[in-house]
């Protein structure tokens, strides 16, 4: 059974950082793009930021961008997600995604196997 398992969110004031994990089980990402997406509360899935399967291309959604940092350790098969300056409207469920490709995804349709997700609040 693949599964995406992330951690690491939780309750933080504005300004704060956090930074989330995505491990895997029962396959390896290494060769595979990852990304991040969120979702807030009646509102569609949104992506964050994505990174290739060596982790030497990335890209990120404007609304994080120079904020948010996604890395991978492919030796520990874990994908994180560096969060700092944290915002109150970066509020959502954050949820992990491997794609069947090498390189990076920004679209949901890219997709084919996501984590469950953890939760992100930030009070203002």
């Known amino acids: 059974q693949v599964q995406l398992v992330e951690s690491g969110g939780g309750l933080v004031q504005a300004g704060g950082s956090l930074r989330l994990s995505c491990a895997a089980s029962?396959?390896?990402?290494?060769?595979?793009?990852m990304g991040w997406f969120r979702q807030a509360p009646g509102k569609g899935r949104e992506f964050v930021a994505a990174?290739?399967?060596?982790?030497?291309?990335?890209s990120y959604g404007n609304s994080v961008k120079g904020r948010f940092t996604i890395n991978r350790d492919n030796a520990k098969n874990t994908v994180y997600l560096q969060m700092n300056r944290l915002k109150p409207e970066d509020t959502a469920i954050y949820y992990c995604?491997?794609?069947?490709?090498?390189?990076?995804?920004?679209?949901?349709?890219?997709?084919?196997?996501w984590g469950q997700g953890t939760q992100v609040t930030v009070s203002s």
């Open positions: 990174i290739n399967w060596s982790g030497g291309s990335t």
């Open positions: 029962g396959r390896t990402l290494s060769n595979y793009g």
């Open positions: 995604a491997a794609r069947d490709y090498a390189n990076i995804g920004t679209l949901y349709s890219q997709y084919r196997l």
